[in-house]
Structures are given as structure tokens and as C-alpha cells.
């Protein structure tokens, strides 16, 4: 089975701290998405990849930055955290090709203070 | 207007009865569709696939309605395991997916 890993469960960061928020796969795929997921919101894309050093916004993109160096990693990065940000981040990969749906990690909820 | 809608609920079910969700999209460029189920506290799980040709895994069935731009989950003979919030999710290209905000199901004993 196809693994994703987020580096933290549970995450509690002070007001214009910068974040880094880690994703690991280990089967290889191409495409690579950072989510959040808010009460009544839904989950909303932030950033994606579909290949190493290449970045797309998503839909709320404002606040944040990614970084793909190796392909089976994507961070996440809060740039200077605000409490706005308290949140559920759910990074997913996905083979691409034509693949079907996405694989999350857990995810980690931060909490910014 | 949200690109995937659905009802929130809750929806409270008796145990053993059969129970459907249904889900509309407003873009009518969508190419596949998704129902993912999360358990609370958890991330979503892929749950089936949706095919306009219907899609039955065990005691669900998924449909894709092109024409009306809704999908469906159909829960036969519901568990108490089935108790979860379910996401109605559209990929309208590019394999980015675009999530309802879910419909929590809870089963009663």
C-alpha cells in the first residue's frame, strides 16, 4: 500500500513563527497536494506538483509556500503563521496518468497561538 | 455556488436500512468522480469510484447522473461501522480534486 507521511500529528506554533509542515511518499508518485481541511469549509487545495521543483497555487494559496526537491517530498511552508491558519493540513499523492483518486496522510493539526 | 454541493446532514439511520446521499456538481467539464469516506478525527479513504454505467462494491452503489450533474451513494443493510462523514469529490482535470464538504452519517444501534 501506498504510505504518506506527515512529519507531526499535532503541531501548536506562536503568532509569525515560520512553519514547515513535512510529506513523505514511498511508492513513487508523480503528483503531490497540500490541503486544508476547516469546520463547514471543507477540505481546500493550497499548493500542488506534479514533478520535482515544479509548484502550482491552488485555491487558497495566500499565506503559504511549498518546496519539492526530491519527489517524494512536498513541505508545506507557513511563511509567518497567523491564527487564521489554525488548521487540519492534509498532504495526498496520487500516481497521476490517468490514476484514480488521491492517498492522505493523516494529517497535522496546527494550532497557531 | 460551491463546484460540489452536498447535504451536510447529520443523517441518523436505524441499523439494517438503507440509506442515500446525493451530490451535485456544477461544472459540467468534470471528468471523474469520487466518494471518499473520513472517520472522525482521520484523513479520507477512497471509497469507490464513480462510473455513469454505475459502480457496486458490496453494499454500495455510486452513480453518475452526466445529464443532471449529480452523483449518488446508495448504503444497503447499513452497519454501525458505516457511521463516518462521506465526501462527494469531482477531479476536473489535471488530477486535482475539488471536495464536497461532506455528509455525516451516524447509524443507531
Known amino acids: 500500500d501506498v504510505k504518506v507521511t506527515q512529519s507531526s500529528r499535532y503541531l501548536v506554533k506562536r503568532t509569525g513563527e515560520k512553519v514547515f509542515l513535512e510529506c513523505v511518499q514511498d511508492?513513487?508518485?508523480?503528483?503531490m497536494f497540500w490541503y486544508r481541511q476547516d469546520p463547514g469549509l471543507g477540505l481546500r487545495l493550497i499548493y500542488f506538483s506534479y514533478d520535482v521543483k515544479m509548484k502550482e497555487k491552488g485555491d487558497i494559496p495566500e499565506g503559504y509556500s511549498v518546496s519539492r526537491e526530491k519527489k517524494e517530498r512536498f513541505s508545506l511552508i507557513l511563511e509567518s503563521a497567523s491564527t487564521n491558519q489554525t488548521s487540519m493540513y492534509l498532504c495526498?499523492?496520487?500516481?497521476?496518468?490517468?490514476?484514480?483518486?488521491?492517498?492522505f496522510g493523516s494529517g497535522t493539526r496546527l494550532t497557531v497561538v | 455556488r460551491k463546484e460540489v454541493e452536498q447535504d451536510p446532514g447529520p443523517f441518523n439511520v436505524p441499523e439494517g436500512a438503507t440509506v442515500a446521499f446525493n451530490c451535485t456538481y456544477s461544472n459540467s467539464a468534470s471528468q471523474s468522480f469520487f466518494w471518499y469516506r473520513q472517520d472522525c478525527r482521520k484523513e479520507p479513504k477512497l471509497l469507490m469510484s464513480v462510473y455513469s454505467s454505475g459502480n457496486e462494491d458490496g453494499r454500495f452503489t455510486a452513480q453518475l447522473n452526466r445529464a443532471s450533474q449529480y452523483i449518488s451513494l446508495l448504503i444497503r443493510d447499513s452497519k454501525l461501522s458505516d457511521s463516518a462523514t462521506y465526501l462527494c469529490v469531482a477531479d476536473f482535470g489535471n488530477e486535482k480534486l475539488t471536495f464536497g464538504t461532506g455528509t455525516r452519517l451516524t447509524i443507531i444501534p
Open positions: 511508492m513513487d508518485h508523480e503528483n
Open positions: 495526498a499523492s496520487s500516481l497521476g496518468q490517468g490514476a484514480r483518486g488521491y492517498t
